[in-house]
């Protein structure tokens, strides 16, 4: 089942793109899920945007190309549900933009000729192909009213948020505001299959909302679409699986409701059925749960990586962590500089730390010489230098046959007893602590005594031995 975004963001790969204002037809999938807040905001949100009788201002050109893809995208999505399809749509509050109608009027004659631009109010909404209604309201005690939608919230319910109550829509409620009947989701089916929905919204879906504060206009037919895809942690992706696992479900479903009545009887068989779906359904959630720790794990293993792939803030703070993982103490750092220091005992040491796409070179000891220099002029005591360069950074680990420290720079290092280590021989002296097979001491002696290149400890394939792809459990 191929299923498309309209301006909401879902890290599946199930789950296309794209923006309601771009011109990629809905007709090739079989459901659409649209979120008109974020559309709105991308729209209203512009830098420099006019504001009139409370509602944001669209400029000639801007207001030509918004009544085109407003009209465009109804008219789509009436088609889509009459071909028996499905489309979802995060319920919001009215939203509206003063539109430039392109109607002109004038006053007054020669110089005191005035010409008044007449604008009206559009509601984003107004592409919903359904008579619909809202109110504004913010929540999250969500009460769904179908068995099926209570499963595609089970174990997400903090990951959901109602924004609008409906007052007038099709179908029959999906959702309330819980302990009343105040709804906050709806779902109507059409002949032929088709479905609508209205849903609460994902909090943490995709969203381009920006701080304006609308003294400015945007240049007429600018776009300012600000929106930004923060990845979803474990628990937040499996939130979305389940929404898109339950929106695949909908075109299965009968084409006609049941009334509520008939929802009320129940089968003798039902009862032991329903047990069973509640035990799966827990099952399901210590799965999910046991998943996204080991996730965690995961990605907590990938960022030793660092060492061996990034440069700047990401690279420094992983070497940060890794000499105190070797039993370092670090220092407080000097705002502007780039050295960190660190200590064990009465040992003191300046560490100048660089990720670059070549091999070190004389200019990076110069400089860790320099904050020996600097070291020792403001704390009255003599510092090691250490030289962390992850040289070659954008070839891949194995293929890194060529020297990190070129030969013209190793008699300036020796000579002041600089000792020259690279990202993998730190990440391979981490984890050799980490797995008990050396003593911290020993890491830190090896690091205060060594003058010139780090001897050994190169050993990309002991860290990263090559395995055959992991069976299922």
Not at 15 to 33: G, M
Not at 76 to 91: D, I, P, S
Not at 161 to 179: D, H, N, S, T, W
Not at 404 to 428: A, I, K, N, W
Request: charged residues 30%.
């Amino acid at each position: 089942m191929r299923i498309l975004g309209l301006d909401i963001w879902i890290p599946l790969e199930s789950v296309d793109y794209e923006t309601f204002t771009e011109d990629l037809s809905i007709f090739e999938y079989d459901a659409v899920i649209w979120d008109p807040v974020n559309t709105y905001d991308s729209i209203a949100n512009a830098r420099y945007r006019h504001y009139f009788n409370g509602y944001p201002k669209l400029g000639e050109a801007e207001s030509v190309k918004f009544f085109g893809d407003l009209t465009r995208r109804k008219k789509e999505f009436k088609e889509f549900l009459e071909m028996g399809r499905t489309l979802v749509v995060l319920a919001s509050a009215p939203l509206y933009l003063q539109v430039d109608t392109g109607e002109r009027r004038h006053s007054g004659t020669g110089k005191n000729r005035h010409t008044t631009y007449v604008y009206r109010a559009v509601d984003m909404l107004s592409a919903v192909p359904a008579e619909v209604k809202s109110q504004t309201g913010r929540g999250s005690a969500i009460e769904p009213k179908r068995e099926d939608f209570a499963a595609c919230l089970r174990g997400h319910r903090e990951f959901w948020q109602y924004r609008a109550i409906l007052e007038e829509f099709p179908g029959k409620p999906l959702a309330v505001v819980a302990g009343t009947n105040k709804p906050v989701g709806s779902i109507a089916t059409y002949t032929g299959g088709g479905v609508f929905v209205q849903l609460p919204d994902l909090v943490n879906s995709d969203s381009s909302s920006t701080d304006d504060d609308g003294d400015d206009e945007l240049e007429d037919g600018a776009d300012d679409s600000t929106g930004s895809r923060n990845e979803p942690d474990a628990q937040e992706e499996a939130a979305y699986a389940s929404l898109i696992a339950w929106v695949t479900t909908l075109r299965a479903a009968s084409t006609q409701d049941l009334p509520e009545w008939a929802e009320k009887l129940y089968f003798p068989e039902d009862v032991e059925l329903e047990g069973k779906l509640s035990d799966i359904e827990k099952q399901l959630q210590e799965l999910r749960s046991t998943a996204a720790e080991l996730r965690a794990e995961k990605a907590k293993n990938d960022r030793w990586k660092d060492l061996i792939t990034a440069t700047g803030d990401p690279l420094e703070d992983r070497a940060v962590e890794a000499f105190e993982i070797l039993g370092f103490e670090t220092l407080e750092r000097i705002p502007g500089r780039t050295d960190i220091r660190i200590k064990t005992g009465d040992d003191l040491a300046v560490v100048e730390v660089k990720g670059v796409t070549k091999s070190a070179s004389e200019a990076h000891a110069a400089q860790l010489e320099k904050w020996v220099s600097d070291a020792l002029i403001e704390h009255k005591q003599k510092h090691k230098g250490i030289l962390l360069v992850n040289a070659w950074r954008k070839v891949p680990i194995k293929e890194r046959d060529a020297a990190s420290f070129p030969d013209q720079m190793r008699p300036y290092c020796v000579s002041r007893e600089h000792c020259l280590l690279t990202g993998m021989q730190l990440l391979s002296l981490v984890r050799a602590v980490q797995a008990g097979k050396m003593d911290p001491a020993d890491a830190r002696r090896l690091l205060l005594t060594t003058s010139g290149p780090l001897p050994d400890w190169d050993r990309a394939d002991e860290v990263f031995p090559e395995s055959p792809a992991a069976e299922p459990a």
